[in-house]
């Protein structure tokens, strides 16, 4: 089975732009959850989607944002970037969402903010 | 609230020695355990998990990790380090009634191995 993919690999920005990263889940992973690493603040959970529909959020402002297709792609939009936005986004799928069910790591998207 | 904490940012062992990563939780019922590897410029795989059963559990690339109820840990071994293993491992914890998503993770520890 092909693994979690994340597109684009790196980005760079500058302020006040928006930008959309997009995830593939592994075949039949009906879950996908998006995450913020960054070297202050490690990992952090944004959001997570489970059949087209957002089942639970992180605390991060309203800019960020995203989205479940049928074929449980994902894509996660930030607008108003700021600098502080400069981070690797993870995106995971899981199998059944559930507690007990591992996360699969994308390599992640890494956005530089100028 | 649950936490986890990964005592040591940062581990530095020679090339055949043990390899310790230690890992504490703070739920008082046990919850899911996982240990997870990054790799520089790549996203998180898991090493392994503990969900129920045998408390000494067998991972990847020969890792392992046991979990001490009485203790609350959930630490992280392998007997010989190998230059392979250099990267950063992050436990997590999960709550029984929660979802995949809600994993929190420790704040990671970076494992360096010396030639």
């Known amino acids: 089975k092909a693994g979690v993919t994340q597109t684009p690999r790196y980005l760079i920005k500058t302020r006040g732009q928006q930008v959309t990263l997009s995830c593939s889940p592994i075949?039949?992973?009906?879950?996908v959850s998006w995450y913020q690493q960054t070297p202050g603040q490690g990992l952090q959970f944004l959001f997570e989607?489970?059949?087209?529909?957002?089942?639970n959020k992180g605390n991060f402002p309203g800019r960020f944002s995203g989205r479940q297709f049928s074929n449980s792609r994902s894509e996660m939009n930030v607008s108003t970037l700021e600098l502080g936005d400069s981070a690797l986004y993870l995106c995971?799928?899981?199998?059944?969402?559930?507690?007990?069910?591992?996360?699969?790591f994308g390599n992640g998207t890494r956005l530089t903010v100028t | 609230a649950q936490s986890v904490t990964q005592l040591g940012s940062h581990v530095s062992v020679s090339e055949g020695a043990l390899v310790l990563l230690r890992c504490n939780y703070s739920?008082?019922?046990?919850?899911?355990l996982f240990w997870y590897v990054q790799y520089p410029n790549q996203g998180l795989q898991l090493l392994l998990k503990?969900?129920?059963?045998?408390?000494l559990v067998k991972g990847i690339n020969g890792f392992e990790a046991e979990f001490k109820k009485s203790e609350t840990s959930f630490h992280l071994t392998k007997p010989s380090a190998h230059m392979s293993d250099a990267a950063e491992y992050f436990c997590?914890?999960?709550?029984?009634?929660?979802?995949?998503?809600?994993?929190?993770f420790g704040s990671g520890t970076r494992l360096s191995i010396r030639p």
């Open positions: 995971a799928s899981s199998a059944t969402g559930e507690a007990n069910s591992p996360l699969h």
């Open positions: 075949s039949g992973h009906r879950s």
């Open positions: 989607y489970f059949s087209e529909t957002q089942r």
């Open positions: 739920s008082s019922v046990p919850p899911y």
């Open positions: 503990y969900t129920t059963g045998a408390t």
């Open positions: 997590a914890v999960s709550d029984l009634n929660s979802s995949a998503s809600k994993i929190i």
